[in-house]
């Protein structure tokens, strides 16, 4: 089906490693494909690039080659202490494609990127930048949000507007890439990009991946909303470490990652709730993340009653075959000249773009769809 490029903004980070070292095994058939969906039988015949067809590259601001973070992942329990010689050629050829991250922002660094992007993508048929950096603080408002024409002359005249995932965003789409978050960042989610997509013909999707604890509420809402059980107060404690707990320890980075959580709850439940999810930084837990929540509901004559879960993951191993199917899937669409926002992929993310059902059930037979016909 031709080769895909995947370049990974954040590509020594835990996720951007776990999916390279990961689709690597894979293809030498050293793992099993779990936890990847588009390896279901629902998708055989949906003409995806296969993961031979993938060629990974990527920008990061550490240098830490891709070799040696694999290794600080076997010794954190994330992958198998067999994985990293076997699939080292493969990391290898992959650290050769990764690129520094630009510094600053504005026209400069967007043309930095266009070139590292159109360098990338010679001998390729098509290329889709993945986003799976550090979450940002939410977007400050600019009227050069507000339409292209307004952003082309904002950067013309040397302003900087963009933050740094809406900067990949508009230079993935200059540079006729399909373009993916998988952070609650602003990615293309301004109404300048939308634009800037539509007319360069490129699709996008996203925001936030749906791993754990939201996955789960967007199973469980629906059903108290089917049931006619009344949610009064649904409440969330995230302990996590590694990178990503780090990060969510800023009070702006977790409010983009808080304000994505609630709208699963909202648009299935139809509904506010009382209750808040708080998000605790613990160093020692490394890339794993426990998460407990508190449901509070209202059935029958108004008795009240509780349900009480916790969720216990490994973040990188629960997103990065995600990564790996969003690479595939949005490759599809670059070469059926899908643009614009594919609301069919919500069944990934906590705040989908597009429009589009919340509920899991819904979202993956639009995915299905969507990819067969």
Not at 157 to 168: C, H, I, N, T
Not at 224 to 241: D, P
Not at 337 to 347: H, K, L, R, W
Request: proline residues 6%; charged residues 20%.
């Amino acid at each position: 089906m031709g080769k895909i490029g995947v370049w990974l903004i954040g590509a020594r980070g835990s996720v951007a490693t776990t999916a390279v070292a990961g689709a690597a095994a894979m293809r030498a058939g050293l793992a099993a494909r779990t936890g990847c969906v588009t390896e279901l039988p629902d998708f055989a015949g949906a003409e995806l690039p296969g993961l031979g067809d993938l060629v990974f590259g990527g920008h990061d601001v550490v240098g830490t080659p891709l070799v040696k973070r694999a290794e600080q992942l076997v010794a954190a329990g994330v992958l198998p202490a067999t994985l990293p010689g076997p699939v080292a050629a493969d990391l290898e050829a992959a650290e050769a494609r990764l690129r520094p991250a630009p510094d600053g922002g504005g026209r400069a660094a967007i043309d930095r990127v266009v070139a590292d992007l159109t360098a990338f993508g010679e001998g390729l048929d098509h290329v889709v930048v993945v986003n799976v950096s550090s979450t940002e603080p939410p977007c400050v408002p600019h009227p050069a949000h507000a339409s292209l024409a307004a952003l082309e002359a904002a950067l013309d005249a040397g302003e900087d507007v963009l933050p740094a995932s809406a900067l990949y965003a508009y230079a993935a789409f200059r540079a006729g890439c399909g373009f993916v978050d998988f952070t609650p960042s602003t990615g293309a989610r301004l109404p300048a990009l939308d634009e800037l997509a539509r007319t360069t013909g490129q699709p996008y999707a996203g925001r936030d991946g749906k791993t754990g604890e939201t996955l789960l509420r967007a199973v469980l809402a629906p059903m108290f909303a089917q049931r006619a059980l009344n949610v009064l107060a649904w409440s969330g404690t995230n302990l996590l470490g590694g990178g990503d707990g780090a990060t969510l320890a800023d009070p702006g980075a977790a409010s983009s990652k808080n304000a994505s959580k609630q709208q699963v709850l909202e648009q299935n439940l139809g509904h506010p709730v009382d209750g808040e999810v708080h998000i605790d930084y613990v160093p020692a837990l490394g890339d794993w993340k426990t998460a407990w929540d508190h449901v509070l509901f209202e059935g029958f004559l108004g008795t009240r009653m509780t349900l009480q879960l916790t969720w216990q993951g490994c973040d990188s191993a629960l997103a990065a075959p995600l990564v790996l199917d969003l690479a595939r899937l949005t490759g599809k669409a670059c070469r059926d000249g899908v643009a614009g926002p594919v609301a069919e992929f919500g069944f990934f993310f906590k705040d989908p773009v597009g429009d589009g059902a919340h509920d899991l059930a819904s979202q993956y037979a639009a995915l299905r769809e969507w990819a067969n016909r």
